[in-house]
Structures are given as structure tokens and as C-alpha cells.
Nanobody, 117 residues
Framework: QVQLVESGGGLVQAGGSLRLSCAAS??????????MGWYRQAPGKQRELVAR???????NYGDSVRGRFTISRDNTKITGYLQMNNLNPDDTAVYYC?????????WGQGTQVTVSS
């Protein structure tokens, strides 16, 4: 069994910062992970890509967050991170951690990020 647990969400004012964490546990190791990423979904909108990082350390960012957010990972701890700076109200959403491994695809339960104006 594989479990992804997000943490670090909360309420911040516009211009503030948050750092999200995604801890993987269970029958998984860093060498089996192909992709780690973050997605978000706001009410009435489709789930969208925020950022992703591949086995080759290639990164991709959504157009709306590029330059403000940074994705990283700690292979030893099997934990992913999303540093979010210069937050604005449009960033308000539930943020989900996603992992594609050789054994399958896994999603976290999500963590709420709310940015006040």
C-alpha cells in the first residue's frame, strides 16, 4: 500500500508564502518514482497542473505559477515540496500531491490553501 500525505496548507494574505510537503509511505521507494507533481482544483474549475518533476529532474510549471512556485524533492525522505511565493487570491484551491511510480498512480487527500486579498 502507498500513502501520500500533504501538509503545509492554510490561510495567508496576498503576497505571502507557504511551503507544502508531500510525504510518501508504504510500499514505495524513491527509485520507483517516475513523476512527482502538484495539482490544484478550485471550486467550479477543472483540476490543473501546478508543477511536476521527473526522474531526470526535469521540471514543468503551470503558466499561472511559473516564476512564483518551486517544486523540489528529497529522495532520501521520499518527500516532495512546493514552495509558493507571492501568493494571490487566484491561488486559492485544494492542492493535491501526485506520484506516478512503476507500481501505479497515487494521489494524496489534498490540502486547502486560501489566500485573502
Amino acid at each position: 500500500q502507498v500513502q501520500l500525505v500533504e501538509s503545509g496548507g492554510g490561510l495567508v494574505q496576498a503576497g505571502g508564502s507557504l511551503r507544502l510537503s508531500c510525504a510518501a509511505s508504504g510500499s514505495i521507494s524513491s527509485i520507483n518514482i517516475i513523476i512527482m507533481g502538484w495539482y490544484r482544483q478550485a471550486p467550479g474549475k477543472q483540476r490543473e497542473l501546478v508543477a511536476r518533476i521527473t526522474r531526470g529532474d526535469r521540471t514543468n510549471y503551470g503558466d499561472s505559477v511559473r516564476g512564483r512556485f518551486t517544486i523540489s524533492r528529497d529522495n532520501t525522505k521520499i518527500t516532495g515540496y512546493l514552495q509558493m511565493n507571492n501568493l494571490n487570491p487566484d491561488d486559492t484551491a485544494v492542492y493535491y500531491c501526485y506520484v506516478r511510480a512503476f507500481t501505479g498512480d497515487y494521489w494524496g487527500q489534498g490540502t486547502q490553501v486560501t489566500v485573502s486579498s
